[in-house]
């Protein structure tokens, strides 16, 4: 019975990373209501699949996520924003 090496495989990415801290943009810029009428600003928050980008992705706090998310959900309805890629 033979015994096989194994080779260590090299390191495809550094260790350690830094990462920026992600802020909420409507906190930051004080902003009460997000207007579903305002698609170029919605559109920031979409995927390139068309879904709602996660919070720990975009960066917002729960309370503007959850406004975010009912703001898409009208564009959508009201023929605004596309639902999917066709």
């Known amino acids: 019975m033979a015994f096989k090496s194994f080779k260590k495989k090299p ?3 550094p260790r350690y990373t830094v990462t ?3 802020y909420c ?3 930051h810029e004080k902003i009460d209501y997000i207007d579903y009428k ?3 600003t919605l ?4 995927s390139r699949y068309m879904k709602i980008e996660p919070r720990r992705r975009s960066g917002n706090c ?3 996520q ?3 998310a009912s703001a898409l959900k009208r564009a959508r309805h009201m023929a605004l924003m596309p639902f999917t890629l066709h």
């Open 11 to 13: 390191a495809t990415f």
């Open 66 to 68: 959850r406004m975010v």
């Open 62 to 64: 729960a309370k503007h």
């Open 38 to 40: 305002n698609v170029k």
């Open 20 to 22: 920026t801290k992600k």
């Open 43 to 46: 559109s920031k928050y979409l």
């Open 25 to 27: 943009h409507f906190c």
